[in-house]
């Protein structure tokens, strides 16, 4: 169940995050700050897609372990978006809520996997 709907979420984020990209280079005129946060804030999701297919269950945590990162690192660069004037504060809230939400599930999906393995 988890999984499924950090599936939907990662992908929905994903979308966010393109059409964050597409604000910052056509509106903004931002394109190297907007280039890590579009390459972090998509992987997360093709890194969830990619656990889901993995080939044992350590497979499966270490792909998801780095869609973990990724999300870290996103927030990162939301962050210092916004401290820098490119976002306001408001959509960057918006954003980071979720990107932690995803933070949150994929950090129990991994708690969750690692005991059941043990």
Not at 5 to 16: G, P
Request: with cysteine.
């Amino acid at each position: 169940m988890s999984q499924s709907i950090i599936k939907d979420k990662s992908y929905k984020f994903a979308i966010r995050i393109v059409n964050l990209y597409k604000y910052l280079t056509e509106v903004k005129r931002e394109f190297i700050l907007s280039k890590q946060v579009l390459r972090s804030g998509t992987s997360i999701g093709a890194n969830v897609e990619e656990s889901l297919g993995g080939q044992s269950d350590r497979d499966f945590i270490a792909k998801l372990s780095i869609a973990y990162k990724e999300a870290r690192e996103t927030k990162y660069w939301i962050r210092l978006l916004q401290d820098t004037g490119y976002l306001k504060q408001e959509f960057a809230k918006s954003i980071l809520c979720d990107c932690e939400e995803i933070c949150k599930i994929i950090g129990k999906i991994r708690s969750t996997m690692k005991t059941n393995c043990s």
